[in-house]
Nanobody, 125 residues
Framework: QVQLVDSGGGLVQAGGSLSVSCVASGGTFSNHAMGWFRQAPGKERSFVAG????????FYADSVKGRFTISRDNVKNTVYLQMNSLRPDDTAVYYC??????????????????WGQGTQVTVSS
């Protein structure tokens, strides 16, 4: 059983940058592909980015490609999401997620077994 704890959210102005992170415990972190999702008020949770178990492969939603970077540190059991050029429509609760194989490009909520509690990111205009 893997436990995930998200942190690092906050308030930032449009055009600014923010990094969120997710620390895993209770399992073998490097055995799991990881993903970041987000959920804005009144909207469904949607895929943002995914990363393979080794960190060597990544995949992004079109809306964040070129602005966001996902990375991981398998020694620190942590996955990161660096967000640059933030826009008001990036405002959401951001969740990390884990799945027990190396399919890092999975985009559906149902395809991930473990979830963090979420961290709020608010981008002001």
């Amino acid at each position: 059983q893997v436990q995930l704890v998200d942190s690092g959210g906050g308030l930032v102005q449009a055009g600014g940058s923010l990094s969120v992170s997710c620390v895993a415990s209770g399992g073998t972190f490097s055995n799991h592909a990881m993903g970041w999702f987000r959920q804005a008020p009144g909207k469904e949770r949607s895929f943002v980015a995914g990363i393979s178990r080794s960190g060597g492969s990544t995949f992004y939603a079109d809306s964040v490609k070129g602005r966001f970077t996902i990375s991981r540190d398998n020694v620190k059991n942590t996955v990161y999401l660096q967000m640059n050029s933030l826009r008001p429509d990036d405002t959401a609760v951001y969740y990390c997620a884990a799945r027990r194989d190396d399919s890092y490009g999975r985009r559906l909520v149902s395809e991930y077994e473990y979830w963090g509690q979420g961290t709020q990111v608010t981008v002001s205009s």
